[in-house]
């Protein structure tokens, strides 16, 4: 089993709809949950992080966890074109461990 | 303030040679990761630091060394340089929860 596991699609969604980009993971010890953004050939950024069970808001993106399913979501409102990229979803237990987990990510493309 | 910075950008080498991909951060960070990234990948781990002096191990570190003499750099050795290695390769660090990561290094190996 994949410790962070992402649908790789790709998703597509017209511009102006709602993209949901899912991922599970497997260690229940994770504490700290990410997304980045990675453009075609760029490094990744990171767009929201998120601890606590719940949805946190940024803007037009919320990320969502449910600690108990081990799943972990990213809700883009509103979507853009400039929003076309791939999504990493990545996990990290908090303390001395400090080892970032990514999953493969999921690429997804906003239609004009 | 440069953030991390990776050289070189881009390298091609022989199978069999050896080579170190430098990474430099200038912003005090005491953990950094070093991941490879295949195409149509994720990153995967190859080894990650949390001091100087202090190395460990991540999810590929096979034909890959790496050494942590100071707080700013963190360079990775190839060894014996196999196709198996072509990917771009990531240095990042971190403060707090986010990650900070170099322009990455593309190398081929043929």
């Known amino acids: 089993q994949k410790e962070v596991e992402q649908n790789s699609g790709p998703l597509s969604v017209p511009e102006g709809a709602i993209a949901s980009l899912n991922c599970t993971y497997s260690?229940?010890?994770?504490?700290?949950f990410f997304w980045y953004r990675q453009y075609s050939g760029k490094s990744p950024e990171l767009i929201m992080f998120?601890?606590?069970?719940g949805d946190k808001e940024d803007g037009r993106f919320t990320a969502q966890l449910n600690k108990a399913s081990q799943y972990v979501s990213l809700l883009i409102r509103d979507s853009q074109p400039s929003d076309s990229a791939t999504y990493l979803c990545?996990?990290?237990?908090?303390?001395?461990?400090?080892?970032?987990?990514f999953g493969t990510g999921t690429k997804l493309q906003v239609i004009p | 303030n440069a953030g991390v910075t990776q050289t070189p950008k881009f390298r091609i080498l022989k199978i069999g040679q050896s080579m170190t991909l430098q990474c430099t951060q200038d912003?005090?960070?005491?953990?950094m990761y070093w991941y490879r990234q295949d195409p149509g990948m994720g990153l995967k781990l190859i080894y990650y630091?949390?001091?100087?002096?202090?190395?460990d191990k991540g999810e590929v570190p096979n034909g890959y060394n790496v050494s942590r003499s100071t707080t700013e750099d963190f360079p990775l050795r190839l060894e014996l340089a196999a196709p198996s290695q072509t990917s771009v390769y990531f240095c990042?660090?971190?403060?707090?929860?986010?990650?900070?990561f170099g322009s990455g290094t593309q190398l081929s190996v043929l």
């Open positions: 998120i601890y606590s069970n």
């Open positions: 990042a660090s971190r403060l707090d929860e986010k990650l900070f």
């Open positions: 912003m005090n960070h005491n953990y």
């Open positions: 990545a996990v990290s237990r908090s303390g001395g461990y400090q080892k970032v987990t």
């Open positions: 260690d229940r010890g994770s504490q700290s």
């Open positions: 630091s949390v001091g100087a002096g202090i190395t």
